[in-house]
Antibody, heavy 119, light 107 residues
Framework: QVQLVQSGAEVKKPGASVKVSCKAS????????MHWVRQAPGQGFEWMGR????????NRAQKFQGRISMTRDTSISTAYMELSGLESDDSAVYFC????????????WGQGTLVTVSS | EIVMTQSPATLSVSPGERATLSCRAS??????LAWYQQKPGQAPRLLIY???TRATGLPVRFSGSGSGTEFTLTISSLQSEDLATYYC?????????FGQGTKVEIK
């Protein structure tokens, strides 16, 4: 069965960076896109960007340009999202989400990684 | 960016009754719309894609309809396990955007 297992919760100081991993199993890793979406406490969802797991090409939301890096390691079926210059309003649950190539809806979600930014 | 507006914010429905959730897009998204269910403390789950196609294994009491800018998610006979927040999301344009959610409560 398809599983996306994310790394554990993080606590970071303002200005620091965080790197979240997302290990995929149960399907051919490179046949899909991986998107990154976050949810601030009690809020809705915000799309951050996506990576083509085959080519490595990325697209980022304008809001995160210059702050977000998305990579993947196909040898271990793992995608990564690194966010730099953290501020308090970056405190949120970060999700990796698998997107079908044709259509792009999200058919599987990781369990989420809580990132807390606090001095 | 396309703004997705959901209504109502909260919906209280008795078990066995119909629940109707609405989602409006600020511009046409054709049928490139999905619905997700999020239970407290859990990751979201795909319910509907293509505005009306049920995800694999989804109970038939869930149905989606609409195109363009107006969409509806219907739960024909609400069950206690349907307590959750429901989100619509458009995947027609960048950036992808979500509605703010409708919280379904059991009356």
């Amino acid at each position: 069965q398809v599983q996306l297992v994310q790394s554990g919760a993080e606590v970071k100081k303002p200005g620091a960076s965080v790197k979240v991993s997302c290990k995929a199993s149960g399907y051919t890793f490179t046949d899909y896109y991986m998107h990154w979406v976050r949810q601030a406490p009690g809020q809705g969802f915000e799309w951050m960007g996506r990576i083509n797991l085959n080519s490595g090409d990325t697209n980022r939301a304008q809001k995160f340009q210059g702050r977000i890096s998305m990579t993947r390691d196909t040898s271990i079926s793992t995608a990564y999202m690194e966010l730099s210059g953290l501020e308090s309003d970056d405190s949120a649950v970060y999700f990796c989400v698998r997107a079908v190539l044709i259509g792009n809806w999200y058919d599987y979600w990781g369990q989420g990684t809580l990132v807390t930014v606090s001095s | 960016e396309i703004v997705m507006t959901q209504s109502p914010a909260t919906l209280s429905v008795s078990p066995g009754e119909r629940a109707t959730l609405s989602c409006r897009a600020s511009q046409s998204v054709r049928t490139n719309l999905a619905w997700y269910q999020q239970k407290p403390g859990q990751a979201p789950r795909l319910l509907i894609y293509g505005a009306s196609t049920r995800a694999t294994g989804l109970p038939v009491r869930f149905s989606g309809s609409g195109s363009g800018t107006e969409f509806t998610l219907t739960i024909s006979s609400l069950q206690s396990e349907d307590l959750a927040t429901y989100y619509c999301q458009q995947y027609n344009a960048w950036p992808r955007t979500f509605g703010q959610g409708t919280k379904v409560e059991i009356k």
